[in-house]
């Protein structure tokens, strides 16, 4: 049983006779755009409530847990509640695989307008590509759209939100030590990867760029503190160690026991994350639905044709408006 505050002079009681997080369930993407951008629905807590979190003003998200536990699953039903809109564009990174043929985006990579496998040079050069964008949103949007913050309007499909999924993260971060010169050139490029997500993460959330990192842990050496620490909003599915829930979600997990994502080891608990929500005490555990392979191909299939380069978004939106589009960067040197 919970009782919460609910506004001056009440409370809300609820009480649940079996245990909602052990229950599996499904979500059946409808297809149709989203009415409310800035609402992203994770699932249903511990008493079957709806979750929500708002994406408006936030710059990055990190999701974390041991594999198998749901991470990408979660994330699948991401992309498949915002594919939809063309206001909406996504590209990912995913550290697992060569292509997008061979992991967990294959039925998805044909709604995102930029993919890259574990090639740290081609993973440097679509962040490079982005922090591009960034800088030349940041230097057009008080012109184009009037104001400071795109989440002032909103998305559009001439300035849509631009999702960034970085999948297996530590795979684009890890440092490499050692004295050849293949060695020396591998640390300095992740280094710089590490720097060029930086600067999406803590400068792109007003021009509407959103990052979403996923590792097994978020520990420091898998996703530098200087981007971790500074992403809002953070998940973790299950965890087997304490000091791993602390990296994911704070250090005040360890004043919440029955909360940390280690009790949620047991296979009935695949699909469950922890995350501590605005305006709530503690931490809440939240059951995410499973999204087929199917359902997922066919929205991608559905929506491909919704795909955009964000780049010539801009440009496009620059011409209509009268002004002179900063050079469109390349995805090289």
Known sequence: MSVLPDGPGKVVIRGVRSDPLTTPTTHRPTGRPLTDLTRWELGVDEYAARVCVSLANVPGVTVAGVPGAGKTSGVNKFVCD???????????????????????????????????????????ALFKRLVELRKRRSATIRDVLGVKNMWHVGPSPEWPLTVLIIDEAHTYFREYKGSDAETKRLAALTAESARLVEDLVKKGRSVGILVILISQK???????????????????????????????????????????????????????????????????????????????????DATSHLTADPDLCLDALLRTTGRTAPPTPSLTK
């Open 218 to 300: 978020t520990t420091g050496d898998a996703i530098p503190t200087f981007i971790r620490d500074v992403c809002p909003i953070g998940l973790s599915f299950a965890q087997k160690t304490v000091e791993a829930a602390v990296a994911a979600l704070g250090e005040d997990i360890r004043n919440w026991p029955d909360s940390r994502p280690v009790t949620l080891q047991d296979p009935a608990y695949v699909g469950v994350a922890v995350m501590a929500m605005q305006g709530r005490p503690g931490y809440t555990r939240i059951r995410t639905p499973y999204v087929s392979d199917a359902d997922a191909a066919g929205v991608a």
């Open 82 to 124: 915002f594919a939809p809109s063309a206001a909406v564009q996504i590209a990912a990174a995913d550290g697992k695989v060569s292509r997008a043929s061979e992991g967990d985006y294959a039925d998805l990579v044909k709604r995102m307008f930029a993919f890259c496998g574990d090639d740290l040079d081609e993973a440097n």
